[in-house]
Protein backbone atom coordinates (compact mmCIF):
# COMPACT_ATOMS: atom_id res chain seq x y z
CA UNK A 1 0.00 0.00 0.00
CA UNK A 2 3.03 2.51 0.92
CA UNK A 3 3.86 2.06 -2.82
CA UNK A 4 -0.08 3.06 -4.33
CA UNK A 5 0.06 6.01 -1.75
CA UNK A 6 3.19 7.19 -3.24
CA UNK A 7 1.85 7.24 -6.57
CA UNK A 8 -1.12 8.61 -5.68
CA UNK A 9 0.24 11.38 -4.15
CA UNK A 10 1.96 12.13 -7.55
CA UNK A 11 -1.39 11.97 -9.54
CA UNK A 12 0.30 8.87 -11.19
CA UNK A 13 -2.74 7.05 -13.19
CA UNK A 14 -0.99 4.08 -12.09
CA UNK A 15 -1.95 4.26 -8.63
CA UNK A 16 -5.48 2.21 -8.92
CA UNK A 17 -4.07 -0.43 -10.07
CA UNK A 18 -1.20 -0.49 -7.16
CA UNK A 19 -4.26 -0.29 -5.02
CA UNK A 20 -6.10 -3.01 -6.51
CA UNK A 21 -2.75 -5.27 -6.16
CA UNK A 22 -2.97 -5.24 -2.92
CA UNK A 23 -5.49 -7.63 -2.87
CA UNK A 24 -3.13 -10.51 -4.95
CA UNK A 25 -1.31 -10.06 -1.40
CA UNK A 26 -4.47 -10.83 0.63
CA UNK A 27 -6.78 -12.72 -1.95
CA UNK A 28 -9.23 -13.60 0.85
CA UNK A 29 -9.39 -10.67 3.04
CA UNK A 30 -12.95 -9.53 2.70
CA UNK A 31 -12.52 -6.14 3.84
CA UNK A 32 -10.18 -5.70 1.89
CA UNK A 33 -11.98 -6.57 -1.25
CA UNK A 34 -14.96 -4.94 -0.09
CA UNK A 35 -12.71 -1.61 0.51
CA UNK A 36 -11.60 -1.87 -3.56
CA UNK A 37 -14.89 -2.58 -4.63
CA UNK A 38 -16.56 0.22 -2.77
CA UNK A 39 -13.30 2.84 -3.86
CA UNK A 40 -13.74 1.44 -7.37
CA UNK A 41 -17.17 2.13 -7.82
CA UNK A 42 -17.61 5.86 -6.57
CA UNK A 43 -14.66 6.52 -9.78
CA UNK A 44 -17.38 5.15 -11.88
CA UNK A 45 -14.51 1.81 -12.38
CA UNK A 46 -17.70 -0.87 -12.43
CA UNK A 47 -15.68 -3.20 -14.05
CA UNK A 48 -12.95 -3.18 -11.59
CA UNK A 49 -15.50 -2.99 -8.93
CA UNK A 50 -17.19 -5.67 -10.28
CA UNK A 51 -14.28 -8.05 -9.97
CA UNK A 52 -13.59 -7.58 -6.25
CA UNK A 53 -17.34 -7.89 -5.73
CA UNK A 54 -16.82 -11.33 -8.30
CA UNK A 55 -14.26 -12.09 -5.23
CA UNK A 56 -16.46 -12.08 -2.31
CA UNK A 57 -19.04 -14.21 -3.77
CA UNK A 58 -16.56 -16.37 -4.01
CA UNK A 59 -14.86 -16.22 -0.66
CA UNK A 60 -18.33 -16.08 1.02
CA UNK A 61 -21.29 -17.57 -1.80
CA UNK A 62 -23.67 -18.03 1.23
CA UNK A 63 -23.59 -14.48 2.10
CA UNK A 64 -27.29 -13.30 0.02
CA UNK A 65 -25.84 -9.24 0.13
CA UNK A 66 -22.52 -10.28 -1.44
CA UNK A 67 -24.34 -11.50 -4.53
CA UNK A 68 -26.88 -8.76 -4.54
CA UNK A 69 -24.02 -6.02 -4.71
CA UNK A 70 -22.58 -8.01 -7.44
CA UNK A 71 -25.65 -7.99 -9.39
CA UNK A 72 -26.11 -4.56 -8.63
CA UNK A 73 -22.62 -4.03 -10.19
CA UNK A 74 -23.19 -6.69 -13.11
CA UNK A 75 -26.47 -4.88 -13.87
CA UNK A 76 -24.99 -1.63 -14.09
CA UNK A 77 -22.47 -2.78 -16.22
CA UNK A 78 -25.55 -4.02 -18.89
CA UNK A 79 -24.88 -7.65 -18.21
CA UNK A 80 -28.09 -8.35 -16.74
CA UNK A 81 -27.65 -11.68 -17.91
CA UNK A 82 -25.03 -12.60 -15.43
CA UNK A 83 -26.22 -10.75 -12.32
CA UNK A 84 -29.36 -12.94 -13.12
CA UNK A 85 -26.86 -16.11 -13.42
CA UNK A 86 -25.48 -14.73 -10.13
CA UNK A 87 -28.56 -13.82 -8.15
CA UNK A 88 -29.94 -17.57 -9.26
CA UNK A 89 -26.38 -19.41 -8.32
CA UNK A 90 -27.63 -18.80 -4.56
CA UNK A 91 -26.94 -22.12 -2.29
CA UNK A 92 -30.58 -20.58 -0.37
CA UNK A 93 -33.14 -17.84 -1.49
CA UNK A 94 -33.61 -14.70 1.07
CA UNK A 95 -35.95 -11.88 0.67
CA UNK A 96 -33.10 -9.68 -0.56
CA UNK A 97 -31.75 -11.84 -3.27
CA UNK A 98 -36.06 -12.33 -4.71
CA UNK A 99 -36.37 -8.72 -4.50
CA UNK A 100 -32.95 -8.30 -6.22
CA UNK A 101 -34.36 -10.82 -9.02
CA UNK A 102 -37.87 -8.47 -8.84
CA UNK A 103 -35.72 -5.20 -9.56
CA UNK A 104 -33.33 -7.32 -12.24
CA UNK A 105 -36.81 -8.00 -14.02
CA UNK A 106 -38.01 -4.56 -13.71
CA UNK A 107 -34.75 -3.11 -15.03
CA UNK A 108 -34.09 -0.95 -12.06
CA UNK A 109 -31.28 -3.08 -10.02
CA UNK A 110 -28.22 -0.44 -10.36
CA UNK A 111 -25.35 -0.13 -8.37
CA UNK A 112 -26.79 1.92 -4.99
CA UNK A 113 -24.56 5.16 -3.98
CA UNK A 114 -22.81 5.46 -0.56
CA UNK A 115 -25.52 7.09 2.27
CA UNK A 116 -22.80 8.62 4.19
CA UNK A 117 -24.79 8.43 8.38
CA UNK A 118 -24.31 11.51 10.37
CA UNK A 119 -22.10 12.49 13.22
CA UNK A 120 -17.83 11.87 12.32
CA UNK A 121 -15.15 13.67 14.84
CA UNK A 122 -14.68 14.96 11.45
CA UNK A 123 -16.41 15.67 8.08
CA UNK A 124 -14.78 16.98 5.20
CA UNK A 125 -16.83 18.45 1.80
CA UNK A 126 -15.31 19.24 -1.26
CA UNK A 127 -16.66 21.11 -4.41
CA UNK A 128 -14.11 22.19 -7.67
CA UNK A 129 -14.56 23.50 -10.93
CA UNK A 130 -12.14 21.65 -13.68
CA UNK A 131 -11.75 18.67 -15.85
CA UNK A 132 -10.84 15.31 -13.79
CA UNK A 133 -10.86 13.90 -10.61
CA UNK A 134 -9.84 15.55 -7.25
CA UNK A 135 -10.12 13.91 -3.79
CA UNK A 136 -9.54 14.42 -0.48
CA UNK A 137 -7.16 12.21 1.52
CA UNK A 138 -6.27 12.07 5.04
CA UNK A 139 -3.25 11.54 6.14
CA UNK A 140 -3.08 9.67 9.77
CA UNK A 141 -0.21 9.46 11.95
CA UNK A 142 0.95 6.23 10.81
CA UNK A 143 1.46 7.84 7.10
CA UNK A 144 -1.39 6.12 5.17
CA UNK A 145 -3.00 7.95 2.98
CA UNK A 146 -7.27 7.09 3.16
CA UNK A 147 -9.19 8.33 0.32
CA UNK A 148 -11.51 7.01 -1.85
CA UNK A 149 -9.11 5.11 -3.28
CA UNK A 150 -8.27 3.80 -0.23
CA UNK A 151 -11.54 3.90 2.62
CA UNK A 152 -9.77 2.53 5.57
CA UNK A 153 -11.39 4.21 8.51
CA UNK A 154 -12.88 6.54 6.18
CA UNK A 155 -16.36 6.74 4.37
CA UNK A 156 -16.20 8.55 1.01
CA UNK A 157 -19.54 9.53 -1.56
CA UNK A 158 -18.48 11.03 -4.73
CA UNK A 159 -20.76 12.78 -7.24
CA UNK A 160 -19.37 14.69 -10.11
CA UNK A 161 -17.13 17.57 -8.68
CA UNK A 162 -18.00 17.09 -5.08
CA UNK A 163 -16.89 14.92 -2.65
CA UNK A 164 -17.74 14.13 1.19
CA UNK A 165 -15.33 11.92 3.00
CA UNK A 166 -16.00 11.13 7.16
CA UNK A 167 -13.25 10.23 9.61
CA UNK A 168 -15.62 8.97 12.62
CA UNK A 169 -12.67 9.25 15.70
CA UNK A 170 -10.16 11.06 15.65
CA UNK A 171 -7.74 10.48 18.74
CA UNK A 172 -4.31 11.49 16.53
CA UNK A 173 -3.15 14.52 14.76
CA UNK A 174 -3.90 14.03 11.03
CA UNK A 175 -2.93 16.04 7.39
CA UNK A 176 -5.85 16.96 5.35
CA UNK A 177 -4.52 17.22 1.91
CA UNK A 178 -6.53 17.61 -1.71
CA UNK A 179 -5.36 15.22 -4.51
CA UNK A 180 -5.31 15.26 -8.51
CA UNK A 181 -6.42 11.68 -9.61
CA UNK A 182 -6.86 12.91 -13.45
CA UNK A 183 -7.59 15.35 -15.71
CA UNK A 184 -5.35 18.07 -17.51
CA UNK A 185 -5.01 21.80 -16.41
CA UNK A 186 -5.72 23.56 -13.19
CA UNK A 187 -8.71 23.19 -10.89
CA UNK A 188 -10.22 25.67 -8.44
CA UNK A 189 -12.03 25.00 -5.37
CA UNK A 190 -12.67 24.68 -2.07
CA UNK A 191 -12.23 22.12 1.27
CA UNK A 192 -14.79 23.18 4.25
CA UNK A 193 -13.75 20.77 6.97
CA UNK A 194 -16.61 20.27 10.34
CA UNK A 195 -15.94 19.02 14.04
CA UNK A 196 -18.67 19.26 16.56
CA UNK A 197 -17.19 22.78 17.45
CA UNK A 198 -15.24 24.22 14.46
CA UNK A 199 -15.92 24.65 10.87
CA UNK A 200 -13.66 25.93 8.66
CA UNK A 201 -12.94 26.42 4.44
CA UNK A 202 -10.11 26.45 2.86
CA UNK A 203 -9.53 27.39 -1.00
CA UNK A 204 -7.47 26.23 -3.23
CA UNK A 205 -5.86 26.01 -7.01
CA UNK A 206 -4.35 22.51 -8.00
CA UNK A 207 -2.84 21.44 -11.45
CA UNK A 208 -1.53 18.01 -10.16
CA UNK A 209 -0.02 16.15 -7.31
CA UNK A 210 -1.41 16.63 -4.07
CA UNK A 211 -1.65 20.02 -2.07
CA UNK A 212 -1.53 19.59 2.22
CA UNK A 213 -4.30 22.28 3.14
CA UNK A 214 -5.16 21.65 7.01
CA UNK A 215 -4.21 19.47 9.78
CA UNK A 216 -6.36 18.47 12.36
CA UNK A 217 -5.30 17.93 15.88
CA UNK A 218 -6.61 16.39 19.09
CA UNK A 219 -7.26 18.19 22.29
CA UNK A 220 -6.08 15.90 25.27
CA UNK A 221 -7.51 18.88 27.72
CA UNK A 222 -10.87 18.64 26.04
CA UNK A 223 -10.76 14.71 24.88
CA UNK A 224 -12.00 16.02 21.44
CA UNK A 225 -10.13 16.25 18.05
CA UNK A 226 -10.89 19.76 17.54
CA UNK A 227 -8.23 22.72 16.71
CA UNK A 228 -6.88 23.06 13.27
CA UNK A 229 -4.06 24.21 11.35
Known sequence: MAVADLLAARSDPAAPR??????????FDKALHLQLAQGFASKGDLARSCAHRRALVS????RPGYRVDL???LSGQ???????????AAPARSADLTQALRDLDLG??????LDLPGGGDLRASL????????DIVVVDASGRRLSALRPDDVLVAETAN???????????TLAIEVSRISGQGAVTGQLTLRTPTVTRTYPFTLDQGSLRLATVGYSL?????YHYR
Open 127 to 134: VFTGAGDV
Open 71 to 73: ARC
Open 59 to 62: IDPS
Open 221 to 225: DYSRP
Open 78 to 88: GQTDMARETLS
Open 108 to 113: TLRPRP
Open 18 to 27: AYASAAEVKP
Open 162 to 172: AEELIYRTVRK
